[in-house]
Nanobody, 125 residues
Framework: QVQLVESGGGSVQAGGSLRLSCEAS????????VAWFRQAPGKERERVAS????????NYADSVKGRFTISQANAKRTVYLQMNALQPEASAMYYC??????????????????WGQGTQVTVSS
Protein backbone atom coordinates (compact mmCIF):
# COMPACT_ATOMS: atom_id res chain seq x y z
CA GLN A 1 0.00 0.00 0.00
CA VAL A 2 1.37 3.38 -1.02
CA GLN A 3 1.99 5.77 1.82
CA LEU A 4 3.03 9.38 1.52
CA VAL A 5 3.72 11.51 4.57
CA GLU A 6 4.28 15.26 4.33
CA SER A 7 5.96 17.49 6.86
CA GLY A 8 7.46 20.95 7.07
CA GLY A 9 4.50 23.25 6.70
CA GLY A 10 3.95 26.24 8.93
CA SER A 11 3.49 29.98 9.06
CA VAL A 12 5.90 32.46 7.55
CA GLN A 13 5.91 36.11 6.62
CA ALA A 14 5.89 37.26 3.01
CA GLY A 15 9.31 36.92 1.47
CA GLY A 16 10.22 34.00 3.71
CA SER A 17 11.02 30.39 2.92
CA LEU A 18 9.83 26.93 3.86
CA ARG A 19 10.91 23.42 2.92
CA LEU A 20 8.36 20.67 2.69
CA SER A 21 9.24 16.97 2.84
CA CYS A 22 7.38 13.95 1.52
CA GLU A 23 8.43 10.47 2.59
CA ALA A 24 7.21 7.70 0.31
CA SER A 25 6.82 3.99 0.95
CA UNK A 26 4.93 0.97 -0.26
CA UNK A 27 5.47 1.19 -4.03
CA UNK A 28 8.13 1.01 -6.71
CA UNK A 29 9.57 4.41 -6.03
CA UNK A 30 12.52 3.87 -8.33
CA UNK A 31 10.37 4.07 -11.47
CA UNK A 32 7.76 6.55 -10.56
CA UNK A 33 7.10 10.18 -9.89
CA VAL A 34 6.09 12.40 -7.01
CA ALA A 35 4.33 15.71 -7.36
CA TRP A 36 3.41 18.51 -5.01
CA PHE A 37 -0.05 19.99 -5.21
CA ARG A 38 -1.72 22.78 -3.30
CA GLN A 39 -5.28 23.71 -2.64
CA ALA A 40 -6.56 26.92 -1.13
CA PRO A 41 -10.13 27.21 0.19
CA GLY A 42 -12.60 27.50 -2.66
CA LYS A 43 -9.98 26.88 -5.31
CA GLU A 44 -9.09 23.99 -7.58
CA ARG A 45 -6.24 21.72 -6.55
CA GLU A 46 -3.24 22.68 -8.66
CA ARG A 47 -0.02 20.91 -9.38
CA VAL A 48 2.99 22.91 -8.21
CA ALA A 49 5.91 20.71 -9.20
CA SER A 50 6.78 17.16 -10.21
CA UNK A 51 9.92 15.06 -10.20
CA UNK A 52 10.59 11.65 -11.74
CA UNK A 53 12.40 9.30 -9.42
CA UNK A 54 14.75 7.64 -11.94
CA UNK A 55 15.99 10.58 -14.02
CA UNK A 56 15.23 13.42 -11.64
CA UNK A 57 13.45 15.36 -14.37
CA UNK A 58 11.39 18.21 -12.98
CA ASN A 59 8.44 20.28 -14.06
CA TYR A 60 6.93 23.38 -12.45
CA ALA A 61 3.80 25.43 -12.62
CA ASP A 62 4.49 28.83 -14.17
CA SER A 63 3.41 30.55 -10.98
CA VAL A 64 6.30 29.08 -8.97
CA LYS A 65 9.13 28.86 -11.50
CA GLY A 66 12.29 30.44 -10.18
CA ARG A 67 11.09 30.43 -6.58
CA PHE A 68 10.25 26.80 -5.80
CA THR A 69 12.58 23.85 -6.23
CA ILE A 70 11.63 20.19 -6.10
CA SER A 71 14.34 17.66 -5.31
CA GLN A 72 14.72 14.14 -3.99
CA ALA A 73 16.91 11.94 -1.87
CA ASN A 74 16.31 8.54 -3.41
CA ALA A 75 18.04 6.61 -0.68
CA LYS A 76 15.62 8.17 1.77
CA ARG A 77 12.66 7.89 -0.61
CA THR A 78 12.00 11.50 0.22
CA VAL A 79 10.98 14.37 -2.02
CA TYR A 80 11.44 17.98 -0.99
CA LEU A 81 9.85 21.25 -2.03
CA GLN A 82 11.94 24.30 -1.24
CA MET A 83 9.77 27.38 -1.39
CA ASN A 84 11.43 30.80 -1.45
CA ALA A 85 10.11 34.34 -1.72
CA LEU A 86 6.73 33.19 -0.49
CA GLN A 87 3.74 35.45 -0.98
CA PRO A 88 0.32 35.34 0.70
CA GLU A 89 -1.25 33.78 -2.38
CA ALA A 90 0.87 30.69 -1.73
CA SER A 91 -1.14 29.99 1.42
CA ALA A 92 -2.79 26.60 0.98
CA MET A 93 -2.80 23.00 2.03
CA TYR A 94 0.10 21.29 0.29
CA TYR A 95 -0.06 17.63 -0.67
CA CYS A 96 2.39 15.23 -2.19
CA UNK A 97 1.03 12.59 -4.51
CA UNK A 98 2.04 9.73 -6.78
CA UNK A 99 0.33 9.07 -10.11
CA UNK A 100 -1.25 5.90 -11.42
CA UNK A 101 1.46 5.83 -14.08
CA UNK A 102 4.70 7.66 -14.78
CA UNK A 103 3.03 8.98 -17.93
CA UNK A 104 0.84 11.21 -15.76
CA UNK A 105 3.68 12.81 -13.81
CA UNK A 106 3.12 16.30 -15.22
CA UNK A 107 -0.65 16.20 -15.38
CA UNK A 108 -3.73 17.10 -13.36
CA UNK A 109 -4.58 15.85 -9.88
CA UNK A 110 -7.22 13.51 -11.27
CA UNK A 111 -4.46 11.19 -12.53
CA UNK A 112 -2.85 10.82 -9.12
CA UNK A 113 -4.15 8.00 -6.97
CA UNK A 114 -1.95 8.12 -3.88
CA TRP A 115 -2.00 11.15 -1.58
CA GLY A 116 -0.52 12.27 1.65
CA GLN A 117 -2.55 13.86 4.41
CA GLY A 118 -1.38 17.38 3.55
CA THR A 119 0.56 20.06 5.38
CA GLN A 120 -0.64 23.63 5.83
CA VAL A 121 1.37 26.60 4.58
CA THR A 122 0.30 30.07 5.67
CA VAL A 123 2.03 33.20 4.42
CA SER A 124 1.18 36.48 6.10
CA SER A 125 1.68 39.91 4.59
Amino acid sequence: QVQLVESGGGSVQAGGSLRLSCEASGYTYSNNCVAWFRQAPGKERERVASITSRSGSTNYADSVKGRFTISQANAKRTVYLQMNALQPEASAMYYCAAPASLDYCYTLWQHFNAWGQGTQVTVSS
